[in-house]
């Protein structure tokens, strides 16, 4: 092995590539951070239920009007809070991949953490 670092790769290079890799990491875990704190909101039934989650795919909040408890229909009021549940969390991952897309994919070591 080449003095400093791996054959054909300098020891200053290797160094850079080292800082690089730990400031992605470090912009990661901030990332996530921030993206556990966020919130997403989503309704079904036209707002009869409306949910609120967070990053961290937990269930803050449930709202469910009064109107859409039939008891005649359960099935149809368990539909719209899965809706709405579901739709929340979609919202949640499709924004955390994206974000995550821009620090992992901007500097070619996506893969790496």
Not at 29 to 54: H, P, T
Not at 58 to 82: F, G, N, R, S, W
């Amino acid at each position: 092995m080449a003095k400093g670092g791996f054959p054909g790769i300098p020891g200053g290079n290797m160094q850079q590539l080292m800082r690089q890799a730990q400031k992605m990491q470090q912009q990661m875990m901030q990332l996530q951070e921030e993206l556990d704190a966020r919130e997403y909101e989503a309704s079904a039934g036209g707002g009869m239920v409306q949910v609120k989650i967070n990053g961290k795919r937990e269930l803050l909040e449930l709202t469910i009007k009064p109107e859409a408890v039939d008891p005649d229909d359960v099935e149809m009021l368990q539909d719209m809070v899965m809706a709405a549940v579901n739709e929340a969390l979609r919202a949640g991952e499709d924004t955390r991949e994206k974000e995550m897309a821009k620090v992992g994919g901007a500097s070619g070591l996506g893969g790496m953490f």
